[in-house]
């Protein structure tokens, strides 16, 4: 009892810290701006990168077109890449000193999906205190097939991304997915990973037009 | 004006007269090509004919300097060269040592004192350079550097500059006939501006109305005479006043900050004729370059025309953009009063005493040193307040520049010999003395309205605090209630808000929304 009371007696001061400030300076204050930047229909060209295979590295150009419904939602309609794969050193060496045949490595040759973007975080950075830049944060969630060497195989993919406006037209973006490749078709029998890292550029057309 | 007009018929005879021996600017009698091609075609021809004729008149006539010495006529294509090899602080004192110790009649005597001047502008030392092309544009002695003299003079007076000596003394008093069209009709302008001055209207419309309608200086000459008949008006403004203001307010051939200027004085025309939706209309039309502060007086006067418009959450956003760390030094008492009168209508009466009392608690020193009747120049405050505005922050600029100068010369101490350095400074320490005294002179009218100013502030807010002392112990009778709240404007679809803690950018000044419910009780709401 006598502890509860201890512990009231000190924590009333704060309550009269806060009605101090709040008689001091009462209101709130925010900077109510139009958003400066607005997506509508978005065509974008990207370049990109498959890592995580040790066997191969994929690298990719891509295209795609996304519709903004709002500022907060938006569907990427569809996307393609066409990959072109770089072999690592670890593959010729083992096609070379164990005689593996090329064709037990299984490579994405190409692929296409579709993605839903949700974008909570828009925002704006200060630039070396001399210029500010908008951008934002989404969160990516969809579908992909992937074409490997000797199948089709569904994937879904879960990712993320920002964007940095360059002005109501073009825009860059970063996107980072992680695919769960099913293990369908291609005698495949477990889950692969694919991911993927995307970097490209974002035309708008129509929004703040 | 008879024997101005003998002195351009000679003037002009003069330059008919040497254009057929040796024009400098032409060459067309340069017979000899110049040693070192420099890289600009006109000032080649200078060089040129300087080596086909300056030995013949390079007889010393008497020069301040106390022994005129024989000059080397070599010595100007030397100057020149260095001038032409970018290497001014070599050429500078050549030229000085020319022009000391040659007669004004020499044919190179004008060239000398031009490529004296851009050799100092080069040198940063513009004021000095300033004074060398005024003397060509009073002395006339070669007609073909005049027109040059007065384009490099004009572009001196894009940045603070000696006004009596070039604005009145070269411009205001040009004969006008010969001049070259752009810089004729920049002289038409300042001879304009000297006649409103001494308000001859009749004088500086004619002089305007020579001004192409589609140059830069017809605008601001409107902008010049409409501002003097907004002086000399006393009631009743014609409202065409306006519309011609809000005409200038978009024309692109005026800067950017005179465009601006010319809304704002809209706005306040309207104000004054409380009609304040339009008065706002013209705030929201001033423009800001991308990410630049903008102006104190630009947020204060909106958040009183929104204060007057009943948006009080609006106009205590703005007094936020007050606040802003650009904005600390400006002179804005009325910023404390208007706080005040929001938190009152919004029957906040403790911050309403607090936000009054800060103006009495920040300007102490400043109301201490006008009671006691001290020099009002001394109190820092005050000072500031009155130097960052009008002909007193033009002086000011002035001088500061002046004394920039004047310290940059003593890094030439070397190159430029015991004459030219000593005759320098001389020139800066008499500048600077008048320079002094004229922006004292206007420092005391400034600080006087700036006082004044904060006099009738201190006032309102004695009144103020009066009024909500009554209000803090005011009975509250049975049955009141409290007043339907004003309710404020929601985030529209395309808005967003980035909630305000304290750290100011630039990009948002013109957009804090203040947000604070109203404590009235219906009989005591606004």
């Known amino acids: 009892m006598h502890r509860a009371i201890l512990v009231l007696s000190l924590l009333a001061p704060l309550s009269v810290f806060a009605q101090a400030e709040e008689l001091e300076n009462p209101g709130t204050v925010s900077a109510v701006q139009e958003r400066a930047y607005r997506m509508q229909h978005e065509l974008n060209l990207s370049i990109g990168i498959l890592l995580l295979d040790a066997f191969y590295k994929g690298l990719y150009a891509q295209v795609g077109y996304a519709f903004h419904f709002n500022d907060s939602f938006a569907w990427q309609v569809g996307r393609g890449a066409y990959v072109y794969s770089a072999r690592t050193g670890l593959r010729e060496q083992l096609e070379r000193d164990f005689n593996v045949l090329p064709t037990s490595f299984d490579e994405v040759q190409f692929f296409v999906g579709s993605d839903l973007m949700w974008k909570p975080l828009y925002g704006k950075l200060s630039v070396l205190n001399r210029w500010v830049v908008h951008g934002e944060v989404y969160v990516l969630l969809g579908a992909t097939i992937f074409k490997f060497t000797d199948s089709f195989r569904p994937g879904i993919n879960v990712g993320g991304g920002g964007r940095i406006f360059v002005n109501k037209y073009a825009s860059f973006r970063l996107d980072i997915t992680e695919n769960l490749v099913l293990p369908t078709g291609g005698g495949a029998k477990s889950f692969a990973n694919v991911m993927t890292i995307t970097l490209g550029l974002g035309i708008n057309f129509g929004g703040t037009e | ?526």
């Not at chain 2, 300007?363 to 009671?371: G, H, K, V």
């Open chain 2, 1 to 526: 004006m008879r024997w101005a007009l003998l002195l351009g018929l000679a003037a002009s005879l003069t330059a008919t007269a040497q254009g057929k021996t040796a024009d400098p600017v032409t060459g067309d009698a340069a017979t000899k090509a110049p040693a070192a091609a420099p890289p600009d075609g006109g000032m080649a021809a200078a060089a040129a004919s300087s080596t086909a004729g300056a030995g013949a008149s390079a007889a010393p006539v008497a020069a301040p300097a106390p022994a005129a010495k024989k000059v080397d006529p070599k010595l100007f294509d030397q100057a020149l060269n260095d001038f032409f090899s970018n290497r001014p602080k070599d050429a500078a004192p050549k030229l000085f040592e020319y022009t000391e110790n040659l007669p004004s009649t020499d044919e190179n005597y004008a060239w000398a004192q031009f490529f004296l001047a851009k050799s100092l502008i080069d040198l940063k030392l513009r004021h000095a350079a300033a004074v060398y092309l005024a003397r060509i544009a009073r002395e006339r002695t070669n007609p073909a550097v005049l027109p040059k003299a007065l384009e490099e003079l004009q572009r001196l007076t894009d940045l603070p500059h000696d006004e009596v000596m070039i604005d009145e003394q070269v411009f205001g008093a040009l004969d006008l006939g010969f001049l070259p069209e752009e810089v004729a009709g920049y002289a038409h302008y300042q001879q304009g501006l000297v006649d409103l001055r001494v308000g001859n209207e009749r004088w500086a419309t004619t002089h305007f109305s020579k001004l192409p309608e589609t140059s830069p200086e017809a605008s601001r000459a409107k902008y010049a005479m409409l501002v003097t008949r907004l002086k000399a008006a006393k009631k009743d403004l014609p409202k065409e006043m306006i519309e011609q203001f809000f005409e200038l307010g978009k024309d692109p051939k005026l800067t950017l900050e005179a465009r601006n200027d010319a809304l704002m004085a809209v706005a306040r025309l309207r104000y004054e004729a409380q009609d304040f939706t339009a008065a706002l209309e013209a705030y929201s039309l001033v423009q800001l370059p991308s990410l630049a502060p903008g102006r104190a007086s630009l947020y204060l006067e909106e958040a009183w025309t929104r204060y007057q418009l009943g948006q009080i959450h609006a106009a205590m956003g703005i007094l936020t953009t007050l606040d802003a760390p650009s904005f600390r030094e400006e002179f804005l008492p009325d910023k404390y009063l208007l706080k005040a009168l929001i938190y009152r209508d919004l029957c906040h009466y403790l911050p309403a005493k607090r936000a009054a009392k800060e103006l009495t608690r920040r300007y102490a020193e400043s109301l201490d040193a006008i009671r006691e009747r001290e020099d009002l120049t001394k109190d820092a405050r005050l000072l500031r307040a009155a130097a960052a505005r009008g002909s007193t922050k033009r002086g000011r600029k002035y001088l500061e520049s002046l004394e920039f100068e004047g310290e940059q010369l003593g890094r030439y101490a070397g190159s430029f010999g015991d004459r030219m350095f000593g005759y320098m400074t001389r020139l800066y320490d008499l500048s600077r003395a008048e320079a002094v005294r004229v922006y004292d002179d206007r420092l005391h009218e400034a600080v006087r309205v700036e006082a004044d100013k904060l006099l009738r502030a201190a006032e309102q807010v004695r009144v103020m605090e009066y009024e909500v002392g009554l209000k803090l112990y005011e009975r509250i009778k049975k049955g009141s209630k409290l007043v339907t709240l004003i309710e404020e404007e929601p985030l529209g679809p395309h808005q967003i808000a980035f909630k305000f803690t304290d750290e100011y950018w630039n990009d948002e000044l013109r957009t804090y929304r203040f947000s604070l419910k109203s404590r009235c009780i219906e009989e005591t709401a606004r």
